[in-house]
């Protein structure tokens, strides 16, 4: 299982590359903590970052559980499909947030299927 638990670390470390750009961001505009609006750069690079939190809530887990049942040869690529649709919504959304529907659902995608294969290895793990 130590390529699932690369892909997670990998998220984990995507997120904190994010947490970078939105300080770069903060920088680069000149808008003091506390403020979260009036920049464009730094709105969009921070909504890039809390939109991946939101979603790392889900995606972990389900990683991980779907991991105890399934091959890692059939999870870990599932993975990396997330982390591929996060870079790319991460750069739809900074040029051009209207074109950050594919890297979402390269994003929200992975999540779901993650959930049902961890689902279903629990229901079968039960009757077994």
């Known amino acids: 299982m130590p390529i699932i638990e690369l892909i997670a670390v990998l998220a984990v470390f995507q997120y904190l590359y994010f947490g970078y750009l939105v300080g770069k961001q903060r920088g680069i505009s000149g808008l003091k903590a506390p403020a979260m609006i ?13 939109n991946t939190l939101e979603l790392m809530i889900a995606f972990l887990p389900a990683l991980m559980l779907a991991g105890q049942y399934w091959p890692a040869i059939v999870v870990a690529p599932i993975g990396a499909i997330y982390l591929v649709g996060r870079m790319i919504f991460c750069r739809a959304y900074a040029t051009d947030p209207s074109t950050r529907g594919l890297g979402f659902m390269l994003s929200l995608g992975p999540i779901a299927v993650l959930l049902i294969m961890a689902l279903l290895g629990a229901v079968l793990a039960l009757v077994n």
């Open 38 to 50: 009036g920049h464009n750069g730094f709105e969009r690079m921070y909504r890039v970052q809390m």
